[in-house]
């Protein structure tokens, strides 16, 4: 199954500045997705990352507070810009695990704003 | 619109089966029934999927009645390493082009 080294694993950051996080695949995959996972609650899709196109987003989630890049078929990264209290939460990068039907997930990014 | 009920909690003796249920009375004849577990701090751990066959593997077993309206995850000899939330998640297909999109889930305690 795909292995996904996500980082930072954790973060403590200013109101108003930006986190970039990173997903790196230890085999190509077509698509790459991310999640937020609010304190105590379940996990939201953000949007669906294809490389060489734009990533689709989920409502309620726009681009210019969550960029997406997708250079190639193994790394992505998140960007959560213009940071506010409200967007801390942990946020996961998950693929297709070929093979068993199921799906990898990332550690996580325990992003708390201040 | 939600696609599966599942109970919020539940409680486990350790070394005794659990039986996660799951209601998913709209589901569709092309979508499938996932399980996932997020152990505390961690990312979701996929468990096990099925069409419409029972299915078991190394971690546990997934029994679907006939009509496919409700599934029943069993963990035969559960662990207190089995604590955490488990997620019944119905999908379209067993692609990689389509996402998984989490409901609230089930936290399931085991006890010693």
């Known amino acids: 199954s795909a292995v996904i080294s996500q980082k930072p694993s954790r973060d403590i950051c200013q109101r108003g500045t930006s986190l970039t996080i990173q997903c790196q695949v230890d085999s190509q995959v077509t698509m790459m997705f991310w999640y937020r996972q609010q304190p105590g609650q379940s996990l939201t899709l953000i949007a669906t990352?294809?490389?060489?196109?734009?990533?689709?987003?989920e409502s309620g989630f726009v681009i210019d507070k969550f960029p997406i890049s997708r250079p190639n078929l193994t790394f992505s990264t998140l960007t959560v810009s213009n940071m506010s209290p409200e967007d801390s939460s942990i946020y996961l990068c998950?693929?297709?695990?070929?093979?068993?039907?199921?799906?990898?997930f990332g550690s996580g990014t325990r992003l708390t704003v201040v | 619109d939600a696609k599966t009920t599942q109970p919020p909690s539940m409680d486990c003796a350790e070394g005794r089966a659990a039986n996660l249920p799951c209601n998913h009375s709209?589901?569709?004849?092309?979508?499938?029934v996932y399980w996932y577990r997020q152990i505390h701090s961690q990312g979701p751990q996929y468990i096990i999927h099925?069409?419409?066959n029972n299915e078991t593997n190394e971690m546990a077993s997934l029994i679907i009645t006939e009509d496919r309206k409700s599934s029943t995850l069993i963990l035969p000899h559960a662990t207190l390493r089995d604590t955490a939330v488990y997620y019944c998640?119905?999908?379209?297909?067993?692609?990689?082009?389509?996402?998984?999109?989490f409901g609230a889930g089930t936290r399931l305690t085991v006890k010693p």
């Open positions: 998950s693929v297709h695990q070929q093979g068993s039907g199921g799906y990898t």
């Open positions: 709209t589901i569709s004849g092309n979508e499938y």
């Open positions: 990352a294809n490389q060489g196109s734009e990533a689709t987003y």
């Open positions: 099925g069409l419409k």
């Open positions: 998640i119905v999908r379209e297909g067993i692609g990689n082009n389509n996402d998984m999109r």
